[in-house]
């Protein structure tokens, strides 16, 4: 993922239990972006932290994950997003990654449903939007991937608790963990 291109500048906060990339997307609007890496806990004496990304406000020092800006820029945010993670492994040797979409909250749908466009009927299409395309990425480019990652899958059971397994290409999963594979 170090390797990405047409990438925007970062500005790096890192703390004890906390790491974050500040850029600004440029399209439609300026729009102060943030990819924040939060400890969420241990698993097997490792730490596992979050990746979280969205709008961010500066007055209230807050990330706005329920907003989709749609500022024309999709690729290069997304480009920015993961090219943080070589870095997050770098001041977090050890640790697992675990990656899920704000929009996989069982609540999501019945919210998305007030102000959603799409009127959808049964199923909610932006439910799970955000880690489908995280997965689809893996997929796409899963063998240079695990050359230096190891990958695995969650599915929530009806606690809403999160079931780990080796990651199979395609397979539909709430979550993914990635851990940096030792070189």
């Given at each position: 993922?170090s390797?990405?291109?047409?990438?925007?500048?970062?500005?790096?906060?890192k703390?004890?239990?906390?790491?974050?990339?500040?850029f600004?997307?440029?399209?439609?609007?300026?729009?102060v972006k943030?990819?924040?890496?939060?400890?969420?806990q241990?698993?097997?004496?490792?730490?596992?932290?979050n990746l979280?990304f969205?709008?961010?406000?500066?007055d209230?020092?807050?990330?706005?994950?329920?907003?989709?800006?749609?500022?024309?820029?999709?690729y290069k945010?997304?480009?920015?997003?993961?090219s943080?993670?070589?870095?997050?492994?770098?001041?977090?040797?050890g640790?697992?990654?675990?990656?899920?979409?704000?929009?996989?909250?069982p609540?999501?749908p019945e919210?998305?449903?007030?102000?959603?466009?799409?009127?959808?009927?049964?199923?909610?299409?932006?439910?799970?939007?955000r880690?489908?395309?995280?997965?689809g990425?893996?997929?796409?480019?899963y063998?240079?991937?695990?050359?230096?990652?190891?990958f695995?899958?969650?599915?929530?059971?009806q606690?809403?608790h999160?079931l780990?397994?080796p990651?199979?290409?395609?397979?539909?999963?709430?979550?993914?963990?990635?851990?940096?594979?030792?070189?």
């Amino acid at each position: 993922m170090s390797h990405l291109k047409d990438i925007y500048e970062l500005q790096e906060d890192k703390s004890i239990l906390n790491l974050k990339f500040f850029f600004i997307s440029k399209g439609r609007q300026d729009v102060v972006k943030v990819v924040q890496y939060a400890f969420v806990q241990k698993l097997n004496g490792r730490n596992v932290y979050n990746l979280g990304f969205d709008d961010y406000d500066l007055d209230n020092d807050v990330i706005i994950d329920h907003i989709n800006t749609n500022n024309g820029d999709a690729y290069k945010v997304f480009n920015t997003i993961l090219s943080t993670i070589p870095g997050f492994f770098k001041s977090y040797d050890g640790s697992i990654l675990m990656v899920q979409g704000s929009d996989g909250r069982p609540e999501f749908p019945e919210h998305c449903r007030l102000t959603c466009r799409k009127k959808c009927l049964n199923e909610c299409k932006n439910h799970n939007r955000r880690i489908t395309i995280y997965r689809g990425y893996i997929n796409k480019h899963y063998e240079a991937l695990t050359t230096e990652y190891h990958f695995f899958g969650g599915k929530k059971d009806q606690a809403q608790h999160i079931l780990l397994e080796p990651y199979e290409r395609y397979k539909t999963y709430d979550s993914v963990f990635i851990f940096q594979k030792k070189i």
